[in-house]
């Protein structure tokens, strides 16, 4: 089973350029969440989305942008990569909202330099 | 503010028993979970607890005390792959998780 997949593993990215992270779920579950990780940090929330055609801001926002035009897909944007952006990014999905348990891809590791 | 407190890295023997503590302070209080990250991996699901006690599963036990602020992981007979981060994290009352930077679980034969 797929579960969350999460493209590309690791990239990159040169400061200033823009980068679209991608995440496909085939579990059809309707809450969706963008965390990065940082050394020494914990899981920082950056967006979510509670149901196709819904987002929030989580704790670290700004820079990054979604949207969720469908269940399955919630893409991570960044619009102009500074430095501060390199990070681990994870994406994760939950049934429903607010529900117990969630499953996360395998991450993607971002590099801006 | 918001904060979860749990130990950086512990060390323990194969066979034995490990107990990792978590605190925390948030405002409001809609559960905590255990996460397990192996290095380079994703975060897998372990536990979740709402209501005071113990919650055992296996080889793994949580237990929760909302009065104190305060949860442990307790994992027994260890095992070589259980050396993981285990990560704390917190419901608040807007059901946003708050996270713990994970205690990183070294295991030796």
């Known amino acids: 089973t797929a579960g969350i997949t999460q493209a590309p593993t690791s990239q990159i990215l040169a400061a200033g350029r823009s980068m679209t992270l991608r995440c496909t779920q085939d579990?059809?579950?309707?809450?969706m969440y963008w965390y990065r990780q940082d050394l020494g940090l914990g899981l920082r929330l950056i967006h979510y989305s509670n149901t196709a055609g819904t987002t929030g801001k989580g704790e670290v926002p700004d820079g990054y942008s979604v949207s969720r035009a469908n269940t399955d897909d919630f893409p991570l944007t960044l619009a102009s990569a500074v430095p501060s952006q390199t990070s681990v990014y994870f994406c994760?999905?939950?049934?429903?909202?607010?529900?117990?348990?969630?499953?996360f891809g395998q991450g993607t590791r971002l590099t801006v330099v | 503010g918001q904060n979860i407190d749990q130990p950086t890295e512990m060390t323990a023997t194969e066979g034995a028993i490990v107990q990792i503590n978590c605190t925390y302070q948030t405002s409001g209080f809609n559960g905590l979970f255990w996460y397990q990250q192996h290095a380079g991996e994703a975060p897998t699901f372990l536990s979740y607890n709402v209501l005071d006690g113990l919650e055992e599963k296996g080889r793994f036990s949580s237990f929760l005390s909302r009065s104190k602020g305060y949860s442990y992981l307790l994992l027994k007979e260890l095992q070589m792959k259980d050396s993981a981060s285990y990560l704390c994290a917190v419901a608040d009352s807007n059901y946003q998780l708050i996270w713990g930077a994970g205690t990183k679980l070294i295991i030796k034969p």
């Open positions: 994760a999905s939950t049934a429903e909202a607010f529900q117990k348990e969630a499953f």
């Open positions: 579990m059809r579950h309707n809450a």
